[in-house]
C-alpha cells in the first residue's frame, strides 16, 4: 500500500499513511512528495502522549497497549494505537476516504470505536483492501489454528471487511472469494488492480530464450506452492538436464510454530542427481532480482492460493511468460499458450504436466509469448491506469453521505457517547451473579423485565460498573436494535496485565478463562425471549435467536480477580516475535508457552553476546517508555491540548 501511496501523492492527492515503527524505521514521521506524502510510525508498546491522559479514559490509558501486547493477539495493540492517531487526523486534517488493509486489521478499532459512538464527529469512508486474509493464510499453508492469536485475528479482520463502507479487491477472483466467504453486498466491493511500477522491460538474447531457465520470486512458504514446484521438478528434471531453476526469497518455518523450514522439505523432496539444477538465492535485493529474471526464459507461480501477486507482475513486466497455478488472480494476467501457461490444479502432477509444456516450447515461442505478457501487464496494471482507476472510484465514494453517529466535541477525539437521561439508566437494574447463584441471579433478571425494565446489567459478584461507560453503551444499543448484548473490558487490581480483554471479537461476551464476561447488558428482549439457567447458556441462546452481541472498546466493569484462570497460550511464531520485541522479557518469559521458554534459553547459550545485547535494548526501550508515559491520572484541574501529529 505505499507504493500506491506514492503513487498518489505523486498524482497530487495529499496521502496520510500510518506505519509500524521499529528500529530499522525510527522516526516518528517523515514528509516527503512536496508534503503530500506524510508518514506517521507508531510502536506497538508507545505510552499515551500526555494530551490523552484526561477523560473518562484517563485512569487506565496506560495500560491498553500493554494488555494488547499481552493478550491472545499481540499485533492488535498498533490497530488500538493507529485509531487514536487517525481519530486525530480526521479533526485536523481535510481527510477523505481512510483505507487499509484487511491482514492485521488495523483499522478495526477505529471502526469500532466509531461504531460505539465514540471518536470525532468526522466520518470519512472507512475502506478495507482485501489481499491476504490471516484465515485464507492459514488454510493455503496448512497450518494449526489452534494457536491463540489465530481466532482472534481472523474475527477481527472479518470485523473490519465487514464493517467498512466498501471493499477494495486486487482482482476478480479475490472479489468474489470476499464476497462469498463474508457475506457482503457485490454492490459495496470494487477491483482495481495493483499498480505496474516501474520495473522496466527486459531485453534478453536469443541464448538467454533458449536456455530452459524457470525462475520462481517470493517467498519459501508453504501457501506459495513451492513443495509441489520442488516436487513437479523432482519429476520432470531428470529428462531435461540442461534445466535449471531458481528460487529467489527468504525461507519460513513450514509450521506456524517455527521448526523446520520450507527450503528444508523442498531439498528432501530433490533427488541427488536433480539438486545440482536447482539454485537457492535466499533474499536478494531488488537489482538483485532483476538481474536474475533477466537471466530466465520463464518464471512460475504455483501458488496453492494467492490474491493477484506482484512476482506475476514484475516477471511479466520484464517480459517472461508465467507458468502459474489457476488459485489466484494470475488467470486474470497469464492467457494459457498465449503469454504463459496455467496448470490445471497446484498438485506437483498438474505442476509436472505444465512444466513439461514449458520445457518442450523453443526460445522464439517463449520470447513471443513474453512480448504478449509484457503487452498485457501493461495494459492491465499500467500505473497511471490504476491510479485513475482509484481515484475515480474514490471520488464517488466520497460523494455519498456517510450517516454522523452523534455530535461530539470538534476540537478532540471524544472519549464519551451521548448520555442517556437518568431514568435511562434506573430502568437497567444490575444484578450480581454469584458462580452457584447464576440461575437465581437470572431468574431476579426475569422478574425485572417482567415488572418494565428495559434491560439488566449482568454482573460477576464484586464487579462494579462504570457509570459512563454504561451511558454510552446504552446510547450504542438505542441507536441499534439488533444489538441485544454488550459487554466491554475489565479492570481487574488482581490481574497482572490489569486490563482483561474478551480474547475473540466474535465471541466478546467470554471471557479466555472460558468464563461469562463480569459485566454484560441485555437487553429485556432477549431475557424474554432466551430462558436459560447460566449466563453463557443465555448468550448462548441469543446468538442462536439471531440477536447480535458487540465489545465496548472501554472499560466496563472493575474489581479484584474477576479475570478467572486463562490457560496457557501457545502462539504461532510471527506472534511470538511481536511480543519479543516490544513486551519486558520477564513479562514475556512468563506469559510463553514452556515449549517456547526452552527455545529462548536454547537460543541465549548458543548466542550468548547476542543475547545479553538484546535483553540490554530491551530493558532500555522499558525504561524510555516509563520515562514516556509519566504519571496515569493527572490532577483534575491540569488543562490539556489535543494530542499533536508530530
Excluded at 501 to 510: G, S
Aim: charged share 20%; aromatic share 6%.
Amino acid at each position: 500500500m505505499q507504493h500506491a501511496a506514492r503513487l498518489l501523492a505523486d498524482a497530487g492527492e495529499r496521502v496520510h499513511v500510518v506505519a509500524h515503527r521499529w528500529d530499522g524505521a525510527p522516526r516518528r514521521r517523515d514528509v516527503s512528495v512536496d508534503g503530500r506524502l506524510i508518514v506517521h510510525r507508531l510502536a506497538l508498546d508507545d505510552a499515551p502522549a500526555p494530551a490523552e491522559l484526561s477523560g473518562p479514559h484517563a485512569s487506565y490509558a496506560p495500560l491498553v497497549a500493554a494488555a494488547l501486547l499481552a493478550s491472545p493477539y499481540p499485533t492488535q495493540a498498533f490497530a488500538w494505537q493507529a485509531a487514536r492517531l487517525v481519530e486525530q487526523l480526521v479533526v485536523d486534517e481535510p481527510i477523505d476516504v481512510i483505507e487499509a488493509q484487511e491482514w492485521e486489521a488495523p483499522l478495526a478499532y477505529f471502526q469500532l470505536r466509531r461504531a460505539a459512538g465514540l471518536g470525532p464527529s468526522v466520518r470519512p469512508p472507512c475502506v478495507v483492501h482485501v489481499h491476504s486474509p490471516t484465515e485464507r493464510i492459514f488454510a493455503a499453508n496448512g497450518w494449526d489454528t489452534a494457536v491463540a492469536d489465530f481466532a482472534p485475528a481472523a474475527a477481527l479482520e472479518a470485523y473490519s471487511i465487514q464493517t467498512a463502507d466498501a471493499v477494495l479487491c486486487p482482482s476478480r477472483f479475490i472479489a468474489d472469494e470476499t464476497i462469498a466467504r463474508y457475506g457482503l453486498d457485490p454492490g459495496r466491493v470494487t477491483v482495481v488492480p495493483y499498480p505496474r511500477g516501474d520495473t522496466p522491460l527486459v531485453e534478453r538474447s536469443s541464448e538467454v530464450w533458449a536456455s530452459p531457465t524457470v525462475c520462481h520470486v517470493g517467498r519459501l512458504e508453504p501457501r506459495k506452492g513451492v513443495v509441489e514446484w520442488a516436487q513437479a521438478i523432482a519429476a520432470v528434471a531428470p529428462a531435461h538436464p540442461a534445466a535449471r531453476f531458481d528460487f529467489i526469497g527468504g525461507d519460513t518455518p513450514m509450521a506456524v510454530t517455527g521448526g523446520t523450514t520450507v527450503g528444508d522439505v523442498m531439498r528432501r523432496h530433490l533427488p541427488r542427481a536433480v539438486r545440482r539444477q536447482v539454485r537457492f538465492h535466499g533474499s536478494v535485493d531488488r537489482a538483485g532480482v532483476a538481474a536474475l529474471l533477466g537471466h530466465a526464459s520463464a518464471a512460475v507461480v504455483p501458488s496453492r492460493w494467492e490474491n493477484f501477486p506482484y512476482s506475476c507482475i514484475e516477471a511479466m513486466s520484464t517480459g517472461l511468460p508465467v507458468l502459474a497455478s489457476p488459485h489466484g488472480g494470475m488467470r486474470e494476467l497469464v492467457v494459457d499458450g498465449e503469454s504463459g501457461w496455467i496448470a490445471a490444479d497446484a498438485t506437483p502432477e498438474a505442476l509436472a504436466r505444465a512444466l513439461a509444456r514449458v520445457l518442450a516450447v523453443s526460445g522464439e515461442a517463449k520470447q513471443a509469448m513474453g512480448r504478449s505478457a509484457a503487452a498485457t501487464v501493461r495494459r492491465v496494471c499500467d500505473s497511471a491506469s490504476v491510479v485513475g482507476q482509484h481515484l475515480a472510484w474514490k471520488s464517488g465514494l466520497s460523494a455519498r453521505p456517510i450517516p454522523v453517529v452523534h455530535a461530539s466535541r470538534p476540537s478532540r477525539p471524544a472519549d464519551d457517547a451521548r448520555a442517556p437521561a437518568a431514568s435511562d439508566r434506573v430502568a437497567w437494574p444490575v444484578i450480581a451473579c454469584s458462580p452457584d447463584g447464576e440461575s437465581a441471579a437470572l431468574d431476579a433478571a426475569r422478574h425485572a423485565v417482567a415488572g418494565g425494565a428495559s434491560g439488566v446489567v449482568l454482573t460477576e459478584a464484586g464487579a462494579t460498573v462504570d457509570g459512563g461507560a454504561l451511558d454510552g453503551v446504552l446510547a450504542w444499543m438505542d441507536r441499534e436494535p439488533a444489538l441485544g448484548l454488550v459487554s466491554g473490558w475489565t479492570l481487574d487490581d488482581g490481574s497482572p496485565a490489569r486490563l482483561v480483554l474478551p480474547p475473540v471479537l466474535a465471541r466478546p461476551l467470554v471471557l479466555e478463562s472460558g468464563a461469562a464476561s463480569p459485566a454484560v447488558l441485555v437487553r429485556a428482549e432477549v431475557v424474554r425471549a432466551c430462558p436459560a439457567a447460566s449466563r453463557l447458556a443465555l448468550f448462548d441462546a441469543a446468538a442462536a435467536s439471531g440477536w447480535s452481541s458487540a465489545l465496548w472498546p472501554g472499560v466496563l466493569a472493575r474489581g479484584t480477580g474477576l479475570g478467572g484462570v486463562r490457560p496457557r497460550r501457545r502462539y504461532s511464531s510471527m506472534a511470538l516475535a511481536v511480543q519479543r520485541l516490544h513486551m519486558p522479557v520477564l513479562q514475556w518469559l512468563r506469559e510463553c508457552s514452556a515449549e517456547d521458554r526452552r527455545r529462548f534459553v536454547a537460543d541465549g547459550l548458543k548466542h550468548p553476546g547476542r543475547s545479553v545485547r538484546w535483553v540490554a535494548d530491551r530493558a532500555a526501550r522499558v525504561l524510555r517508555a516509563g520515562a514516556r508515559q509519566g504519571p496515569a491520572e493527572p490532577p483534575p484541574s491540569s488543562s490539556r491540548r489535543p494530542p499533536q501529529v508530530s
